[in-house]
């Protein structure tokens, strides 16, 4: 059972474009979502985290929207890079502890 | 930031063999520990979690005398992988939190080729 379902699989966007990446949850007992990015034979690293207490966290290029009532959050990478190519994952815990990762998604940024 | 090591980062065994992966936090003290498997374009899988000084708790499915973990201090966890068999080629990656925090920081990982 995929606690946590994330789209696209792959998604194309040209450099200086807006990607987007959409995650969605059922159990409302979550209260963590990390977004992760990973280059190829690397491990996940941290991008950008938000609790459900609120409905935005911007840092730099990197946005987060949190919708509790649909129980779906995003994640809004701004003027894309081709840097930024790599696979990102959402995920969601309760009180960080198991972490439920998403199927990841393949962001390729062409120049 | 907080970094977290694995070694060795590739190893290539035959079956039937057991190998050791090791899971080291570099300049925190991780009293959890984490580890995960990833097949080639899929998402992390949790195998199991451990506490310092505890016996690890598996998921489901997840076979505890095949992948045996020590988590024996606050800095080190190791997976060992026993009797090796192709069906175990992956790449392994650990994660380790700092008591108090929220942040999982992730090794680089490990890649198991069992022949």
């Known amino acids: 059972q995929q606690q946590v379902k994330q789209s696209p699989q792959s998604l194309i966007v040209q450099k200086g474009g807006i990607s987007i990446i959409n995650c969605a949850y059922e159990n409302t007992a979550f209260d963590y979502f990390p977004w992760y990015q990973q280059f190829p034979g690397k491990g996940p690293a941290l991008l950008i985290a938000?609790?459900?207490?609120?409905s935005e966290k911007k840092e730099g290029r990197f946005t987060i929207s949190f919708n509790k009532s649909a129980k779906q959050f995003s994640l809004h990478i701004m003027d894309s890079q081709p840097g930024d190519s790599a696979t990102y994952f959402c995920?969601?815990?309760?009180?960080?502890?198991?972490?439920?990762f998403g199927s990841g998604t393949k962001l390729n940024v062409k120049p | 930031g907080a970094v977290v090591s694995q070694h060795p980062s590739r190893v290539i065994c035959k079956s039937g063999t057991s190998v050791k992966i090791e899971c080291r936090s570099l300049?925190?003290?991780?009293?959890?520990m984490f580890w995960y498997r990833q097949f080639p374009k899929q998402s992390l899988m949790l195998m199991a979690t451990?506490?310092?000084?505890?016996?690890?708790?598996?998921e489901q499915g997840v076979e505890k005398d095949k992948f045996l973990i020590n988590h024996a201090s606050l800095t080190l966890s190791t997976l060992t992988v026993t009797s090796a068999h192709p069906e175990d080629s992956s790449f392994y990656i650990c994660?380790?939190?700092?008591?108090?925090?929220?942040?999982?920081?992730f090794g680089p990982g490990t890649r198991l080729l069992v022949l």
């Open positions: 994660s380790a939190r700092e008591a108090g925090q929220e942040t999982q920081y």
């Open positions: 938000i609790r459900p207490d609120v």
């Open positions: 451990s506490n310092e000084g505890s016996k690890a708790t598996y």
């Open positions: 995920a969601a815990a309760v009180n960080f502890n198991k972490f439920y």
């Open positions: 300049d925190f003290q991780a009293t959890t």
